[in-house]
């Protein structure tokens, strides 16, 4: 399956460039207010069972532009404008912005569910994140050659998936061996969010870099039951009918044979 993609040569990335800015702007605020309040801008923004239990949903967000020290936040930054600016180049601003914040809100999520023992504990940073947006480019190119350099020294060449595969690997024997001060729930949920949502978006054989809105997903949905299904739809529904029976075939599956019916368009079982 070939996947077309929408690229604007002329895109600033400024969804990556937003989200850099943001992240910058609120370490120094929390730096200059420590100052003054120490624990003060943690335990407002940072995420915790205390703070979500009292109300302070906005953590689920806040959470993910705070961070422990400057290599911390080097580190983030660094592999959001590594991976994240063709994952926006491919997917769109808004689409990307999105899939940045829900993937740092399954990390949060994730790092509450594992982390019930530490209940006054605190979670800041944007990893969960990070995580979910390297996610989202494995998913998307899974066979995409990358170099990274191991201990910063020795150089490493493998396929994104293969990335994908290794640090979730890595984040799920420390989730195991217990945290360790490290979130590493947070990555592996926001990893396995992100990588999900992209392959899903590769899946779907075309991905379009445009506005994204509701009267978007509304005209594209009426349009597209007006229109012939695809022939890789098509093939995939014989496919399953062949192994499993029509029995098998899904509501959606279904509208597809009917679409196809319609048409006049006729496969061999």
């Known amino acids: 399956m070939h996947t077309t993609v929408f690229k604007n040569e002329n895109h600033i990335h ?9 992240t910058i702007i609120i370490y120094l605020l929390h730096i200059i207010i420590d100052r003054f309040a120490d624990g003060l801008f943690i335990s407002i923004l940072g995420l915790s069972w205390k703070g979500v239990v009292s109300g302070k949903i906005w953590q689920f967000v ?5 961070h422990a020290n400057f290599w911390h936040l080097f580190i983030n930054l660094f592999v959001l404008a590594f991976l ?19 993937c740092g809100i399954i990390g949060g999520i994730g790092w509450l569910l594992l982390s019930y023992k530490a209940s006054h504990s605190v979670c800041v940073g944007a990893s969960g994140a ?9 998913g998307l190119f899974p066979h995409r050659e990358i170099y990274l350099l191991l201990f910063f020294v020795l150089p490493l060449k493998m396929s994104a998936r293969i990335m994908a595969i290794i640090f979730g690997a890595i984040s799920l024997l420390a989730v195991v061996g217990g945290e ?11 990893g396995i969010g992100g990588y999900f949502y992209g392959a899903s978006l590769r899946r779907r054989g075309v991905l379009f870099n ?17 229109e012939p299904p695809a022939e890789f739809e098509i093939n995939a529904v014989l496919d399953k009918i062949s192994r499993n029976g029509i029995a098998s075939l899904t509501l959606r599956e279904r509208r597809i044979l009917s679409r196809a019916k319609q048409y006049g368009i006729k496969r061999q079982l």
């Open 130 to 138: 990070i995580f979910g947006i390297a996610g989202l480019f494995a």
């Open 84 to 102: 994240g600016r063709e994952v926006e180049e491919t997917i769109g601003t808004f689409k990307f912005i999105l899939a940045y914040l829900l």
């Open 62 to 66: 806040s959470y993910q532009f705070l």
């Open 14 to 22: 400024s969804g990556v460039q937003a989200i850099f800015i943001l």
């Open 180 to 190: 360790g001060g490290v979130a590493h729930s947070a990555h592996l949920a926001g």
């Open 210 to 226: 445009r506005p994204f809105s509701l009267i978007d997903i509304w005209h594209k949905w009426k349009n597209r039951l007006k």
